[in-house]
């Protein structure tokens, strides 16, 4: 069956922490996103990615294809980064388009 | 370079009226996908659609649900017949042509409508 876990679902912080969000996946994928939703907010791809690591500013990605398992850090957390992270997966056996999603993790980074 | 745009935002209906939501893609892209949001959920999979052709419903329910991509306009998703239980977020994505099997395109999402049923 084809499932995305993540971890922590929730999680609060202190400014200017390190944070770090995990995403595992039970059977092959072919590519993975890292979504952000501010709450009543739309959905904002931060990132797409099918091996190694990408990085945007204060966010890193990191996927390891092998152990089935990605994550996403936020270096120097900022109370705006306060949002619902949210990974999602292209399983190799089924389509190239349909995403299976976790069911998110709650940051609250305070001032 | 406008984003994914649906209208309304924010909708409210009662039992048994019709809601009709949109979607209109990024420029070039000519693929679009529905998804729905229902309260403390994940996001699920609806329908996946191209212009004038239903590529996967399998993710809608089997009555009341039914969408459509036009050559000309959005993609209208269409709820008849409104329950409480449809009170959800929709959101709608859109891609390029699809990529191999091994190397999806990726998805841009719009701001989701929310619709409220009373």
């Known amino acids: 069956k084809n499932e995305v876990e993540q971890s922590p679902q929730n999680l609060t912080a202190q400014e200017g922490e390190f944070i770090t969000i995990n995403c595992s996946y039970s059977v092959g994928i072919s590519a993975l996103h890292w979504l952000q939703q501010h709450p009543g907010g739309g959905i904002v791809s931060l990132f797409m990615l099918s091996s190694g690591k990408k990085k945007h500013g204060r966010l890193i990605a990191t996927i390891n294809i092998q152990e089935k398992h990605s994550s996403l850090h936020i270096t120097a957390s900022h109370p705006r980064d306060s949002a619902v992270y949210i990974c999602a997966a292209y399983f190799s056996g089924g389509s190239n388009y349909k995403l299976t999603f976790g069911k998110g993790t709650l940051l609250t980074v305070n001032p | ?118």
């Open chain 2, 1 to 118: 370079n406008a984003g994914v745009m649906q209208n309304p935002r924010h909708l409210v209906r009662r039992r048994g009226q019709e809601a009709r939501l949109r979607c209109s893609p990024m420029k070039g892209h000519s693929h679009v996908y529905w998804y729905r949001q229902l309260p403390e959920e994940g996001l699920k999979f609806m329908v996946y659609l191209q212009k004038e052709n239903i590529i996967d419903e399998s993710g809608m329910p089997k009555e009341r649900f039914s969408a459509e991509f036009p050559k000309e306009g959005p993609s209208i998703l269409r709820i008849q017949q409104v329950v409480r239980g449809d009170s959800a977020a929709y959101f709608c994505a859109s891609s390029p042509p699809a990529g191999t099997r091994d190397t999806p395109n990726e998805q841009f999402f719009g701001p989701g409508t929310r619709l409220t049923v009373l």
